[in-house]
């Protein structure tokens, strides 16, 4: 049954998330609350992970979602359940694209799912900065009420990055660089 379970909730995040990995990201959320298969703070760390290696995060993470559950049938099954959508969409849309190559509604589709695919890539920028950026903390005062509060070491990493990002002669450095160097200040600091 959680084979089952996997590839439909998978197949649901892949028909859905246009836009490529990052637009996956609010589905996942929603994935993760409703069936508690991993928290916030997983998907965090599984972000982490994912932009850090290569492949496509969606696929990363629908990898190590179904290893979890259900190990390597799982992960198998998690990455299938969320690839069959994009296979299935990419036949009929070749099999009409020829038909209608030069067609004015075929465009104003595409042209539509531009602002959708770049609000749910904003919406996962923004979910995965609050993640990184703020902790949940429970006040010592008051049992079971938590506040947010912000997390000034991955602040502080953060806004050196971006300033160094802006200086001209560091513009230069690869991205990848900035990566590592962060990971290996987290790890070292444990954050």
Request: charge should be neutral; charged fraction near 10%; proline fraction near 6%.
């Amino acid at each position: 049954m959680i084979y089952l379970q996997l590839f439909f909730e998978f197949f649901k995040v892949g028909l859905f998330s246009v836009g490529g990995g990052m637009a996956t990201i609010p589905f996942l959320q929603d994935l993760g609350a409703r069936t508690g298969w991993f928290s916030p703070a997983d998907l965090a760390d599984m972000i982490a992970v994912s932009e850090s290696t290569p492949g496509p995060i969606g696929v990363n993470m629908s990898t190590y979602v179904g290893f979890t559950c259900a190990g390597v049938p799982g992960a198998i099954i998690g990455v299938l359940g969320l690839v069959t959508p994009s296979v299935i969409v990419i036949l009929i849309v070749a099999g009409f694209l020829k038909k209608f190559r030069d067609n004015q509604v075929v465009e104003g589709v595409f042209s539509g799912l531009r602002p959708a695919s770049t609000a749910l890539i904003t919406a996962a920028g923004w979910s995965v900065a609050l993640i990184a950026l703020f902790r949940q903390v429970e006040l010592l005062t008051t049992e079971g009420i938590t506040r947010t509060v912000p997390y000034l070491p991955a602040i502080l990493i953060a806004a050196v990055v971006f300033a160094c990002m802006n200086i001209p002669a560091l513009k230069k450095v690869h991205p990848i660089l900035y990566i590592v160097v962060a990971a290996v200040i987290g790890a070292v600091l444990q954050l």
